[in-house]
C-alpha cells in the first residue's frame, strides 16, 4: 500500500487593497477586532483544498477496493454546506462494515466529507476574517479526518430518549477529536436508520462516549484493492 502524499500546491498569493500581502493565519497579535468575526474576505484562499481533495479521492481510489459514484449531489443533505455544492465524489467500500464517504466540493470554495451515517465535517468550518484561518491548517484537518474514515479510525453513536444526541470520534497519530449534535437538528429518517444500522454490525463498540453500547460502532478499515 502507498502512502498517501499531499499532491504539489502553488499558494494563492492574496492581498489587500493596498497590495499588501495578507498573511493569513497571524493577522492579529491579541483578539481580532469585532468588525471581522462579520467579514469573509478573501475566501478564495481556500482553493488548494479542492487540490488537496483530489489527491485524497486519488489515493483513495488506488489503495482500497471501494465503488466510486461521482455527481453534482449524491445522497441527502445532512446540514446546509458553505456555498453551493458544486461537485459530489461518493467512496463506497465494498464491506458494508466499513463506513462510506462523500467528499463535497462547494463553490465556496470549500470541501465537505460526510462520513459513515450521520455525520460531516467542513473545511474550513469558518472562513471570517477573525477566524483566519489557512488553507495549510484546513488540509491537515481535511487529510487527518479521511485518512482516519478509511483506516477505521471513526465511530459514531445514536442516543436514545427524548432528546438524543448523535456522536462521533476519529483517532489520529497524534490525537483525537469528537463531538455531538442533537438529533433533533439530523433528518429524523436518517436518525432512526442509523440507531437501526449502528451497533448491529461486527464493529459494534460498547464503548463509545455518552451513548455507550446505544447504537455505538466503531467503523471498519476500508479494504484494500488486492
Request: hydrophobic share 40%; with cysteine.
Amino acid at each position: 500500500m502507498s502512502a498517501y502524499a499531499r499532491p504539489p500546491i502553488e499558494p494563492p498569493v492574496i492581498v489587500d487593497e493596498e497590495g499588501q500581502v495578507i498573511e493569513h493565519g497571524r493577522r492579529w497579535p491579541g483578539s481580532p477586532p469585532e468588525e471581522s468575526y462579520s467579514v469573509d474576505a478573501h475566501p478564495e484562499r481556500f482553493e488548494p483544498l479542492h487540490t488537496v481533495a483530489e489527491g485524497l479521492i486519488e489515493h483513495l481510489r488506488d489503495t482500497y477496493d471501494i465503488e466510486v459514484t461521482e455527481a453534482v449531489e449524491t445522497g441527502p443533505e445532512l446540514r446546509r454546506p458553505k456555498g453551493e455544492a458544486a461537485r459530489a465524489v461518493q467512496l463506497r467500500p465494498v464491506d458494508p462494515a466499513a463506513a462510506p464517504l462523500t467528499i463535497v466540493f462547494t463553490a465556496y470554495p470549500g470541501v465537505f466529507a460526510r462520513a459513515g451515517l450521520l455525520h460531516e465535517f467542513a473545511f474550513p468550518v469558518c472562513g471570517c476574517d477573525a477566524c483566519d484561518s489557512t488553507w495549510e491548517a484546513e488540509a491537515d484537518q481535511l487529510e487527518e479526518t479521511v485518512l482516519a474514515v478509511a483506516e477505521g479510525r471513526y465511530r459514531e453513536s445514536v442516543g436514545v430518549g427524548p432528546e438524543p444526541w448523535v456522536e462521533y470520534a476519529l483517532e489520529f497519530s497524534n490525537g483525537s477529536s469528537s463531538g455531538r449534535v442533537p438529533a433533533g437538528e439530523l433528518p429524523a429518517e436518517r436518525v432512526r436508520a442509523a440507531r437501526a444500522r449502528l451497533g448491529a454490525g461486527a464493529g459494534a463498540d460498547a464503548g463509545a462516549g455518552a451513548n455507550a453500547g446505544i447504537g455505538a460502532e466503531r467503523w471498519a478499515p476500508w479494504p484494500l484493492r488486492a
